[in-house]
């Protein structure tokens, strides 16, 4: 559904949609995609129906999303995958033992979360990076560290925080160590103003 800033009317804006959940929906730049139980979606926010951009996910289910511009990234089960072609071609980075369940793009960057850690890839160079530190490390079985369930990414200007099971973190760019904010365990959700 759609309402229009200070309106108490909502309208349907579903034309394209399967029957389900759909339980993420991001804009940038007039352009909306959307997760539903069947895979990501497109429409421009002045569209007439909603696109299938995703259908089978190249990393076994979709946890979380983002897109910026043609690139969308996706976090599942097997990994982390992107696009720089809105869905046509993916790339998956896979080698990892735990699932994925947080992604966020910004810039050259690519930030993804997983119970083994949170990494950081470098579009423009492939490299890809554990960005763990400060994060609180829950046990370490058969030689892996766990660090919980990670829920979302979230950008405030040159800060990046992520939430889960062990709480709030915020990121520094700069040193790329994680400070714990102090919330309290299982956070689901951040958002600004």
């Not at 299938?52 to 289910?61: A, L, Q």
């Not at 200007?157 to 992520?162: A, H, M, Q, R, V």
Request: with cysteine; charged share 20%.
């Amino acid at each position: 559904f759609k309402s229009p800033k200070n309106a108490l009317s909502w309208s349907a804006f579903n034309e394209g949609l399967p029957n389900g959940q759909v339980d993420k929906i991001c804009l940038k730049n007039n352009v909306l995609l959307a997760k539903g139980v069947n895979g990501i979606y497109r429409r421009n926010i002045d569209g007439n129906s909603w696109v299938m951009v995703c259908e089978n996910s190249p990393v076994g289910g979709i946890y979380d999303f983002d897109f910026d511009d043609d690139r969308i990234v996706l976090a599942g089960y097997n990994g982390v995958a992107e696009s720089a072609d809105m869905g046509l071609n993916w790339s998956v980075w896979s080698d990892y033992i735990f699932e994925w369940t947080a992604v966020a793009l910004k810039g050259d960057t690519i930030i993804a979360a997983s119970k083994g850690g949170v990494y950081k890839k470098l579009i423009s160079s492939g490299t890809i990076t554990k960005i763990s530190d400060g994060l609180i490390k829950l046990w370490n079985p058969s030689g892996y560290d766990y660090y919980g369930e990670f829920e979302m990414l979230h950008f405030v200007g040159d800060n990046i925080f992520i939430c889960g099971e062990t709480g709030v973190y915020k990121l520094s760019n700069n040193n790329w160590y994680w400070e714990h904010t102090g919330l309290a365990n299982w956070t689901y959700a951040l958002a600004d103003n």
